[in-house]
């Protein structure tokens, strides 16, 4: 047979593909990098043409920096592989600003409280934080969690809540929040995977909500440290060419895209869990692997943003039995204050409905008035298939030990097969790094 067209095929630019093709290419090897998308970055999506057309006669466009990051979005210096990134490439990122205080929403009922519960009910809140506590140190996040005798925290949240005791509005919050870093439903999500967000924080309660919605952001979105990526690697990337087809034979494997194809003599696949099944592998991919891509995750929440006028500027909002589960300012402009908001279930609200948004902000801030809305619609995206991953009640006790091992000349990595921060920017980086340190030694 002819010689492989180059050492390694990687399907999809994301940060994982993205990083893996720059370690490959520094160590000499040829790399082809094949995306779907007219664009690189995957899951994060850094976009400057929002919230910028004419409005009550203020200036078009959004002043520098203020351009909207669709995806991901925070890092924490304890997600330290792309925090290392980020310093090898001097990209700007900044601190998020702390609120005055924080805001709690009963129902759609703004507390006027400094802590969620009412003084009668301190001693359950003081009983969630320990039950958490407890938990998050049982987890050991370097090793597979899958492999610690964990099964009883691998259930939907809402159950553990339920196994924990827990009891009247610290119950409630819990739940919210737990659904609100899984983007998960409390049904479906696993308590396990939002654990893991505790432990890897140092078991710190604080830590984990800096890890959500209070840690760092870039200055120039998450695109410049992914362009960063993308031109030290000096892969040759392929955009717009949805992978069909990846053939294995005894000594190369034929990857084919919309447009073409190419021979390697390995691949790296880097799809989102639910996409996975959409590729025909030959042979057939794993039953473990395919039996979880159809499953899907559950992280099939979404995000919105919101163009406010009304609301205070630092407001950083949880609630419960509400359609966001949190909603927060990340800054303010001449046009309002610009909020960010999440919920965990994907047809919560209709995103681009600026009524219906509103509606669901005044839950936080009753005087709230909504000028605009940007989202996008990771779950009915079919390179994406959701949001962040969430392993579902389960997933992770059955399936975790399947989903990075390769499949003869057919290597994987996403986020989703990372140990430590599966559902992040991090997690990606890592699992790069990680599967072309895999690919070097076998090369
Ligand atoms: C709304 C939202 C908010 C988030 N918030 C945060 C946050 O604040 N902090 C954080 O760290 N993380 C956050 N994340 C998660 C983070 O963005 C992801 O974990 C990370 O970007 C995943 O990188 P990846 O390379 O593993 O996968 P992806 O970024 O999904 O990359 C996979 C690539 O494969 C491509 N692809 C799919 N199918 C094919 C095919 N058939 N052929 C070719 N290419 C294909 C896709 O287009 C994509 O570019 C968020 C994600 C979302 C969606």
Request: net charge negative; with cysteine.
């Amino acid at each position: 047979m002819k010689q492989p067209q180059v050492d390694v095929v990687i399907v999809g630019a994301g940060f994982a593909g993205l990083t893996a093709a720059r370690d490959l290419g520094a160590a000499g090897r040829r790399v082809c990098v094949v995306e779907a998308r007219d664009r690189i970055g995957g899951r994060t999506w850094y976009r400057t043409d929002l919230f910028d057309g004419p409005l009550d006669g203020l200036p078009d466009g959004l002043p520098d920096g203020h351009g909207l990051e669709m995806g991901g979005t925070w890092i924490v210096p304890q997600q330290t592989f792309v925090s290392a990134e980020v310093r090898r490439y001097g990209i700007a990122i900044s601190d998020s600003a702390l609120p005055s205080r924080m805001t709690w929403s009963d129902r759609g009922t703004v507390l006027d409280s400094l802590l969620p519960v009412p003084p009668a009910e301190l001693d359950r809140l003081e009983h969630a934080v320990r039950a958490l506590l407890a938990a998050g140190a049982r987890l050991d996040v370097d090793r597979p969690l899958s492999a610690q005798g964990l099964a009883d925290l691998d259930v939907p949240i809402r159950r553990w809540a339920d196994e924990a005791g827990l009891e009247g509005n610290a119950r409630e919050l819990l739940i919210s929040w737990f659904c609100g870093c899984g983007n998960a439903s409390a049904d479906t999500g696993s308590a396990l995977d939002v654990l893991r967000w505790l432990a890897a924080m140092d078991n710190s309660l604080w830590g984990m909500v800096k890890a959500s919605v209070l840690g760092q952001t870039f200055d120039d979105g998450t695109a410049s440290l992914a362009r960063a990526l993308a031109d030290d690697g000096g892969a040759d990337i392929r955009l717009s060419s949805p992978v069909r087809s990846v053939r294995q034979s005894a000594d190369h494997v034929v990857v084919t895209y919309d447009g073409g194809s190419v021979s390697a003599r390995r691949v790296l696949v880097t799809v989102p869990l639910g996409v996975l099944q959409d590729i025909a592998f030959e042979p057939a991919l794993a039953p473990a692997k395919l039996a979880i891509s159809k499953e899907n995750h559950a992280g099939q929440g979404q995000k919105v943003w919101a163009l406010a006028r009304g609301v205070p500027e630092d407001l950083s909002g949880y609630g419960w039995g509400t359609v966001f589960d949190y909603v927060g300012a990340m800054r303010t402009h001449p046009r309002g204050v610009v909020l960010v908001c999440f919920a965990p279930e994907h047809d919560a609200v209709d995103g681009e409905d600026v009524r219906a948004v509103q509606r669901a902000v005044r839950e936080y801030a009753p005087d709230a008035e909504v000028i605009a809305t940007a989202t996008h619609d990771w779950v009915g995206d079919p390179w994406s298939r959701g949001t962040w991953t969430t392993f579902r009640a389960g997933q992770i006790t059955k399936y975790e030990r399947h989903l990075a091992t390769p499949e003869g000349l057919v290597h994987f990595a996403g986020a989703h097969t990372a140990h430590r921060w599966p559902g992040f920017i991090d997690g990606a980086v890592d699992s790069g790094r990680r599967a072309a340190a895999e690919l070097l030694e076998l090369l």
